[in-house]
């Protein structure tokens, strides 16, 4: 498992950006899930002009039962 990064700036301004930490296998893991995010976004906020998604360097999370 990787962490994954998503910033979605969601105003005219880039003072509103919106941060979040994603778990996931991969990047297209993560994409999936940053798209939930963004179609809650869209709910609430007229105005998004950018989403950015990136991994986190230096971490790995290793999930054990």
Do not use: H, P
Not at 7 to 16: A, F, G, K, L, V
Not at 20 to 38: F, G, H, P, W
Not at 40 to 50: I, S
């Amino acid at each position: 498992m990787k962490l994954f990064q998503v910033q979605i700036c969601c105003s005219y301004d880039e003072d509103s950006v919106d941060s979040r930490l994603i778990v996931a296998e991969d990047k297209e893991s993560a994409e999936n899930k940053m798209k939930e995010i963004y179609d809650d976004f869209m709910r609430y906020f007229q105005w998004v002009n950018a989403v950015e998604i990136n991994e986190v360097d230096g971490w790995k999370i290793t999930i054990s039962r």
